[in-house]
């Protein structure tokens, strides 16, 4: 079946403009996490849904970003008034329990850059 | 202290060598711990998981798990040109808290 997908696969922007970045789990799967991956760094978590719900949004570096998930599938991911540090490689993964056991499958990422 | 941390890279081995990867974590009560291949521009993918102390293998790789030292490593036995990628350690309660990661040259 088809895994987890993320559009737009490149975006570019200018300072100051408001981005979504979209992702679309795996059928069925109902946990859903966001990480952010800068250049020779691994992932870092973002934000983690159990349906529609954010579980935990710890990993959010501030308020100008926020995700949602409104009916407990794909997600969106915003970011408000971009920076030049939000450049960066977006990746979503879901699962099919929020365990420490059941496999995040990873989509092929969002790379978001930032002028 | 960062929670997860690797052995610094990169590793460069000769075709068919073992390549040894090391990750140490912090948190005393993570259960269960996994390692990621990670190719240039592609996304993470999972190629081992272990949670319990001791040896678990699969084809050319083993992940080894001391609790008590609070250590995982992997193992690659054979390596092939195609190993070569930077390998990420990741411990996860429900979240993944990964390494920076240890870039692998297989020389052929």
Partial sequence: ?115 | QKEVEQNSGPLSVPEGAIASLNCTYSDRGSQSFFWYRQYSGKSPELIMSIYSNGDKEDGRFTAQLNKASQYVSLLIRDSQPSDSATYLCAVRWYKLSFGAGTTVTVRA
């Fill in chain 1, 1 to 115: 079946g088809a895994g987890v997908s993320q559009t737009p696969s490149n975006k570019v922007t200018e300072k100051g403009k408001y981005v979504e970045l979209r992702c679309d789990p795996i059928s069925g799967h109902t946990a859903l996490y966001w990480y952010r991956q800068s250049l020779g760094q691994g992932p870092e978590f973002l934000i983690y849904f159990q349906g529609t719900g954010a579980a935990d949004d710890s990993g959010l570096p501030n308020d100008r970003f926020f995700a949602v998930r409104p009916e407990g599938s794909v997600s969106t991911l915003k970011i408000q008034r971009t920076e030049r540090g939000d450049s960066a490689v977006y990746l979503c993964a879901s699962s099919t329990l929020a365990d420490s056991y059941n496999e995040q499958f990873f989509g092929p990422g969002t790379r978001l850059t930032v002028l």
